[in-house]
């Protein structure tokens, strides 16, 4: 079954093309979610802004977001290196320096994971505007998303909606590490994930720290990567939606970005290279470019003694870092077994600054 071409029209006048089964969800709790097509709104390029990370003002303790006298408040971390789940705060009750905090927190641990959380209920614009707090928010070129919001870029694989599974269908696995969208002139910070429904088992997302992956990097070649920029291109995205037969809402674009990045809260430097978005290193013979890539790809994926792997629960949220991380949804469940669940949710991916390299080197297009 392919994705069905019911179509609706908002009292906008805009005509969404449906990429679910209406039938299948009449009584479907979270039904104004599920993922539509606009194919009418076009985008104008991202216009360059000026972006003050949240992080920066954060009081390093942290000490308004984990107050250690709370009991109900449960923080830990999920391994050593990356990840931290937080148990007994409503996301949705934060206030602007808790917020400042948690930027900070997910700067530095990569990934946070809130649990039993309200933020899937207080609608859309709520929703919008915590994530604004962030940064701007990313509508993404050629995804899916909600029918009230271009901004809430929609994850849902389902039997009637196998784009993912048949794009990757000559692959030995869907592991696919990326850090969201990083071709953009000025990429994705936070990152913002809700699931709505979640299978009984596996649709696991496993992150991998990229501040770990280059500090285990020998000196000289990370003295050789904090010279370089890399190829970030939103081309085959792009392509690869029109030959689907879906509407390209922004042209695409490539960026060239610093191979290390130097985060602007931390100062932390992470490798900014993923398998998803790069194409290859500026400067070098292809042959050079694609042995540093492999390399580089294959310890990302490989390093299991610098990743996390979180299974979701109804209410999770978890927010993670673009700048210092990379991420790939784990699609192991059979979507054609209803044994197996149901797996929806959506994304608020907010923009941040124009990374920033070692000694200068900025990012250029
Ligand atoms: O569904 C997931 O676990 C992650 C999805 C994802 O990486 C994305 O939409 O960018
Ligand atoms: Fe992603």
Not at 33 to 43: I, R
Not at 83 to 104: C, F, H, P, V, Y
């Amino acid at each position: 079954m392919s994705t069905t071409t019911t179509t609706v029209t908002p009292p906008s006048e805009v005509t969404l093309k449906l990429a679910f089964d209406e039938k299948a969800h009449e009584q479907y709790k979270y039904h104004d979610y599920l993922p539509v097509y606009d194919e009418k709104t076009h985008l104008e390029p991202l216009e360059p802004f000026d972006f003050q990370d949240r992080g920066i003002a954060a009081h390093q303790e942290k000490t308004n977001l984990i107050a250690q006298d709370n009991p109900d408040v449960k923080v830990s971390k999920l391994t050593p290196v990356i990840g931290t789940e937080i148990r007994g705060l409503q996301l949705s009750q934060l206030s602007d320096t808790q917020k400042d905090e948690l930027a900070l927190l997910i700067a530095e641990r990569g990934v946070v994971v809130f649990r039993d959380q309200d933020f899937k209920d207080i609608g859309i614009e709520q929703q919008k505007a915590f994530g604004r707090y962030f940064g701007p928010l990313h509508i993404h070129p050629v995804g899916a998303h909600v029918k009230d919001a271009l901004e809430l870029h929609n994850i849902y694989l389902g039997p009637d909606n196998e784009y993912r599974n048949r794009s990757k269908s000559n692959r030995l696995t869907t592991t696919g590490y990326h850090s969201d969208v990083s071709y953009e002139h000025q990429t994705p910070g936070i990152t913002i994930l809700t699931l709505l429904s979640v299978p009984p088992t596996g649709g696991d997302t496993a992150w991998a720290s990229q501040t770990a992956a280059y500090a285990r990097l020998s000196r000289p070649i990370q003295a050789l990567l904090e010279g370089l920029r890399a190829e970030h291109s939103g081309f085959p995205q792009a392509e690869g939606g029109r030959r689907d037969g879906r509407f390209v809402r922004r042209e695409p674009v490539r960026s060239e970005h610093p191979v290390v990045r130097v985060h602007p809260a931390t100062g932390q430097k992470a490798l900014f290279i993923n398998p998803g978005f790069t194409k290859k290193i500026i400067g070098l013979k292809d042959e050079e470019s694609d042995a540093l890539l492999k390399l580089l790809f294959r310890h990302i994926s490989q390093g299991q003694d610098f990743q996390v792997r979180v299974r979701w629960e109804e209410g999770t949220v978890a927010l993670w870092d673009n700048r210092v991380t990379a991420h790939t949804a784990i699609s192991d469940y059979n979507v054609h077994n209803p044994q197996e669940g149901l797996r929806h949710g959506f994304r608020i991916t907010t923009l941040a600054d124009k990374p920033k390299g070692v000694n200068g080197l900025e990012s250029t297009w």
